[in-house]
């Protein structure tokens, strides 16, 4: 593995952290407080007129022909400052993008995949049901052919861009009997009749993006749009969460290196004493320790990434980076706030923001619990 960026590598990040810098941390703040995903939806519409939406897609296909490194770096910059916008980041690039550019047959990459990438479309996934989360074989809703076309029916939640997607990739059972091998992933667009957006969330974090809840009636989908084969979807499913974990990664990496980098600052200003708060033992090991966890974080998401960029197995690798970065978000942020102590609890620093996003990062894209039964599975086969 090696740890040294490219030229192009190093000047994407310049430009990420540049454009976050500019677009993304003035209004983050405003943006929390509102709960309201509108004004994240007009920087990621600037984002895709980046090239940032098809970061790691072959440029044929509309991306910029980079690769997963890349693509970490960028969400990286971005989750330093801002984890909702990483969010809708992640979930268009590895949940909506992915299956569709690796299990969708031409005519749909042409048709949904390349506009995506461009920046023209934006993406989701549902799969999420009210009574079926980890396990999805417990699945409602329902596909049944008829003629040329799916009629789908049935509840999706945490549905994340949901509402604004013009892109949704749906998983239901077209064969009940067969739990998990009776799902099937579908490509449906955001102005299907029936395709209903009920609900969205309230959330303790990522408060500026949207978790939709859906309600399907008699959606029509064109048997064109069934992606991959019937009974396919379990796979479409988990092979694309394997892959969205190494964005969850960046995410749990950027949010601890975001929080360090504040509570260090603070540690170096804050006086009391007569000294810089800092020169207290407790602090400077403290901080100590989050410096290196956010060095761990990131070598182990960039091990990932690259394990992927190989063309090799990386499901174990993708969910020990997942586990292990988040986990170090939801570290990082509890000792930022501790060390700003009551200052750390209020909305006039961000560390508060970070410490609630950072929590959502251990269960999304599969819990973490969840990854030690993907490791330990693996590790004990």
Same mark, same amino acid.
């Given at each position: 593995?090696?740890?040294?960026?490219?030229?192009?590598?190093?000047?994407?990040?310049?430009?990420?952290?540049?454009?976050?810098?500019?677009?993304?941390?003035?209004?983050?703040?405003?943006?929390?407080?509102?709960?309201?995903?509108?004004?994240?939806?007009?920087?990621?519409?600037?984002?895709?007129?980046?090239?940032?939406?098809?970061?790691?897609?072959?440029?044929?296909?509309?991306?910029?022909?980079?690769?997963?490194?890349?693509?970490?770096?960028?969400?990286?910059?971005?989750?330093?400052?801002?984890?909702?916008?990483?969010?809708?980041? @992640?979930?268009? /690039?590895?949940?909506?993008?992915?299956?569709?550019?690796?299990?969708?047959?031409?005519?749909?990459?042409?048709?949904?995949?390349?506009?995506?990438?461009?920046?023209?479309?934006?993406?989701?996934?549902?799969?999420?049901?009210?009574?079926?989360?980890?396990?999805?074989?417990?699945?409602?809703?329902?596909?049944?052919?008829?003629?040329?076309?799916? /009629?789908?029916?049935?509840?999706?939640?945490?549905?994340?861009?949901?509402?604004?997607?013009?892109?949704?990739?749906?998983?239901?059972?077209?064969?009940?009997?067969?739990?998990?091998?009776?799902?099937?992933?579908?490509?449906?667009?955001?102005?299907?009749p029936g395709y209903n957006i009920i609900k969205t969330e309230r959330k303790m974090g990522i408060r500026s993006t949207q978790q939709a809840a859906v309600q399907m009636e008699d959606v029509r989908v064109p048997k064109a749009n069934?992606?991959?084969?019937?009974?396919?979807?379990?796979?479409?499913?988990?092979?694309?969460?394997d892959g969205g974990r190494i964005g969850i990664a960046a995410q749990g990496a950027g949010i601890a290196e975001g929080a360090y980098e504040y509570a260090l600052q603070y540690a170096k200003q804050r006086v009391q004493f007569g000294?810089?708060?800092?020169?207290?033992?407790?602090?400077?090991?403290?901080?100590?320790?989050?410096?290196?966890?956010?060095?761990?974080?990131?070598?182990?998401?960039?091990?990932?990434?690259? /394990?992927?960029?190989?063309?090799? @197995?990386?499901?174990?690798?993708?969910?020990?980076?997942?586990?292990?970065?988040?986990?170090?978000?939801?570290?990082?942020?509890?000792?930022?706030?501790?060390?700003?102590?009551?200052?750390?609890?209020?909305?006039?620093?961000?560390?508060?923001?970070?410490?609630?996003?950072?929590?959502?990062?251990?269960?999304?894209?599969?819990?973490?619990? /969840?990854?030690?039964?993907?490791?330990?599975?693996?590790?004990?086969?």
């Amino acid at each position: 593995m090696n740890f040294e960026l490219t030229k192009q590598q190093l000047e994407l990040q310049e430009m990420v952290k540049d454009f976050v810098a500019k677009e993304v941390a003035p209004g983050v703040a405003a943006r929390d407080e509102a709960e309201s995903y509108e004004e994240t939806y007009k920087i990621m519409k600037k984002m895709g007129k980046l090239g940032l939406w098809g970061l790691p897609y072959p440029k044929e296909y509309g991306g910029a022909g980079g690769n997963q490194v890349d693509y970490c770096l960028a969400g990286i910059e971005i989750n330093k400052v801002d984890a909702s916008l990483g969010c809708s980041y @992640s979930v268009h /690039i590895s949940l909506a993008g992915w299956p569709i550019f690796h299990y969708g047959n031409e005519e749909q990459r042409q048709k949904y995949a390349v506009p995506m990438f461009k920046g023209e479309l934006l993406g989701s996934f549902a799969l999420t049901e009210p009574n079926a989360g980890s396990d999805s074989g417990a699945s409602e809703c329902t596909a049944v052919l008829k003629g040329d076309e799916y /009629i789908l029916n049935g509840p999706k939640i945490f549905n994340t861009n949901g509402g604004y997607s013009d892109v949704n990739v749906v998983f239901a059972m077209t064969d009940p009997s067969k739990g998990v091998k009776g799902i099937s992933a579908f490509i449906v667009e955001k102005d299907a009749p029936g395709y209903n957006i009920i609900k969205t969330e309230r959330k303790m974090g990522i408060r500026s993006t949207q978790q939709a809840a859906v309600q399907m009636e008699d959606v029509r989908v064109p048997k064109a749009n069934l992606l991959g084969k019937e009974g396919e979807g379990f796979k479409i499913a988990m092979t694309t969460l394997d892959g969205g974990r190494i964005g969850i990664a960046a995410q749990g990496a950027g949010i601890a290196e975001g929080a360090y980098e504040y509570a260090l600052q603070y540690a170096k200003q804050r006086v009391q004493f007569g000294k810089p708060i800092s020169t207290q033992q407790w602090v400077a090991f403290t901080l100590a320790e989050m410096a290196t966890k956010v060095e761990v974080a990131k070598a182990m998401t960039m091990r990932a990434a690259c /394990i992927k960029d190989a063309g090799q @197995s990386y499901s174990v690798a993708a969910a020990m980076a997942k586990m292990v970065a988040t986990d170090i978000a939801m570290e990082n942020t509890t000792d930022a706030v501790q060390i700003l102590g009551g200052h750390g609890f209020l909305r006039d620093h961000p560390v508060e923001r970070m410490m609630r996003d950072a929590k959502i990062t251990q269960i999304y894209e599969g819990t973490n619990q /969840i990854q030690k039964l993907v490791i330990s599975g693996a590790i004990l086969r």
